[in-house]
């Protein structure tokens, strides 16, 4: 079974804190995303990272891949109140029996207080 | 452009009852997936289906659980004789060539 770890599960900040989340496999990926899930809510995607070494950014967040493509991570600059969420990474393993389903990992709930 | 839609958003069944939960993926999107989010676990691969065709159910439980894409309507998720151990949030994502994937916002099924 191929997992999908991802660090921390809960982070508590104050608002203008940095923070990253990581997501760490044994296995390569043939691409990676990044998904934002609010309550009663289905996730909504963030980025998309398929290159090694790939760094993408969205405004405050910074979305790094792996030179190996079996890690990635996300960094928040300046935390906002409005960045609260739970944030999902998900990958698709490299292999031909993959068919693009997502293994996702556990997830990171962010709290940022004011 | 409509996201991908899902319906029921909730549907509460007794044990032993049908559930039936549709997605309508987004225009131009060809490609389905059925993810569960039991609670407090996370989201799991359960089937992929194109239209009119099964590509890979290897998530799913062997009984009672199907999926279909007809040509025209909606991919159905049928979960037959349903047990408590059902209850979760059923996620549909489509997408026009397998990545990325776009999530509806679920139903969350409640088994009495």
């Known amino acids: 079974t191929q997992l999908l770890e991802q660090s921390p599960q809960f982070l508590s900040i104050q608002e203008g804190e940095n923070l990253t989340v990581y997501c760490n496999s044994s296995?390569?990926?043939?691409?990676l995303q990044w998904y934002r899930q609010e309550p009663g809510e289905g996730p909504v995607l963030l980025v998309t990272?398929?290159?090694?070494?790939e760094v993408k950014k969205l405004k405050r967040l910074t979305f790094q891949f792996g030179d190996a493509r079996k890690d990635s991570s996300l960094h928040i600059t300046a935390a906002q109140p409005g960045d609260t969420g739970l944030y999902l990474c998900?990958?698709?393993?490299?292999?031909?029996?993959?068919?693009?389903?997502?293994?996702f990992g556990q997830g990171t709930i962010l709290t940022v207080h004011p | 452009n409509a996201g991908v839609m899902q319906n029921p958003r909730h549907l509460v069944r007794r044990r032993g009852q049908e559930a039936r939960l549709r997605c309508s993926p987004m225009?131009?999107?060809?490609?389905v997936y059925w993810y569960r989010q039991l609670p407090e676990e996370g989201l799991k691969f359960m089937v992929y289906?194109?239209?009119?065709?099964?590509?890979?159910e290897s998530g799913m439980p062997k009984e009672r659980f199907s999926a279909e894409f007809p040509k025209e309507g909606p991919s159905i998720l049928r979960i037959q004789q349903v047990v408590r151990g059902d209850s979760a949030a059923y996620f549909c994502?489509?997408?026009?060539?397998?990545?990325?994937?776009?999530f509806g916002d679920g139903t969350r099924l409640s088994i009495l």
């Open positions: 225009k131009g999107h060809s490609h």
């Open positions: 296995s390569v990926f043939s691409s």
């Open positions: 994502a489509s997408s026009p060539s397998g990545q990325p994937q776009h």
């Open positions: 990272v398929v290159t090694g070494g």
């Open positions: 289906l194109q239209k009119e065709n099964i590509i890979d």
């Open positions: 998900a990958g698709v393993y490299a292999g031909g029996t993959s068919y693009g389903k997502l293994t």
